[in-house]
Structures are given as C-alpha cells and as structure tokens.
C-alpha cells in the first residue's frame, strides 16, 4: 500500500491563504530596506545599492512565499487516515512520506492563526511521544472530523494491545 500515493489533499482555500500570509510578510519585511534607504544610509551616509539589493530580495522572497511555494504545496501535500496509520506525504524537492501507526498517536488538536481563521481553515497537529506531524490547511469542519476520526481510531488502537 506504501507505492501508492495518499488519497487526500488539503483545502484549495490554502492558496488564497497562504498567498495573504506571504505578501503581508513581504510588506513587513520590506520596511527594512525602505528604512535602510530613507534613514540610514542619509545619516551614515553609506551606499544606498544595498538597500536597492534588499527590495530586490524582499521582492523575490515574496514573488517565491506567495505565489510560487503555496501553487506547489498545494500539489504536492497529501495524507490519508486509516484504520492503523495515518499516511503524510509532503515536500517540494525532497519528498517525505510519513506513516504513524494509531498505537503511537497520543493527541490531535487543532490551530489556526488569524489569517486561516479568516479563510476557514485549521492546521492538524497529531502528536506521538517522540514527534509531531500535521497536516496543514485543512477546511475547520474536515480538521474536526479527522481529528475526531483519529482519536476514535487511536483510543481502539490503544484498546488492542
């Protein structure tokens, strides 16, 4: 079962939301060289290229965080919940594929920052004793269903042995 890819994928609404969350961060991180170029430089009277050099980084980091990982995410982010394992599959140029079998599950919860609470979604965390995994971008109502799926499905597991 381990060749076959995991059937589900996040919420399409990730995109919208990681898009916000990379363009605000953009505009926060671009204030540093605006101010570098606008204060600094005056009153130090050092070479303003480096400030042009960093709105041209920001610019590129921001083009990257929000239109380019998000679009890849998207297609490349996966899981599954089974009867004895939860399957994860996530990365861009390096692909990782995570089994958690139930009796390791200890806890599932949930979080949301304000801007994925705007647009409906919650992050997955499914806490074992020696990692956390998580499955990000999930609608609200989907992460409260899986998550009453695996702890329903843990606490049987843990019922077994």
């Known amino acids: 079962m381990l060749n076959a890819e995991p059937s ?7 995109l919208k939301s990681w898009f916000v969350s990379g363009f605000l961060t ?7 060289p ?3 170029i606008t204060l600094i430089s005056s009153i130090w009277d050092l070479p303003i290229l480096w ?7 920001v610019v590129t980091f ?7 990982e998000p679009r890849l995410k998207m297609r490349f982010w996966r899981y599954e919940i089974r009867e004895n394992e939860i ?3 996530h990365g861009i140029f390096i692909v990782r594929r995570t ?3 139930m009796v390791r599950v200890q806890h599932v919860d949930t979080e949301h920052g304000p801007v994925m609470r705007f647009f409906g979604l919650a ?11 998580y499955i990000p971008a999930l609608s609200k109502e989907k992460s409260a269903e899986l998550m009453g799926q695996i702890a329903s499905l843990a606490r049987l597991s843990d019922e077994d042995v």
Request: no cysteine; charged share 10%; proline share 4%.
């Open 62 to 68: 921001t083009i990257w965080s929000a239109i380019v």
């Open 8 to 14: 589900e994928r996040i919420d399409p609404s990730a």
């Open 87 to 89: 399957d994860i599959q």
């Open 123 to 133: 992050t997955l965390r499914i806490s074992t004793a020696a990692t956390n995994h």
């Open 51 to 57: 400030g042009w050099i960093g709105i041209a980084a």
């Open 99 to 101: 089994l958690i079998p």
């Open 26 to 32: 953009g505009v926060i991180l671009l204030l540093i």
């Open 34 to 36: 605006i101010s570098y």
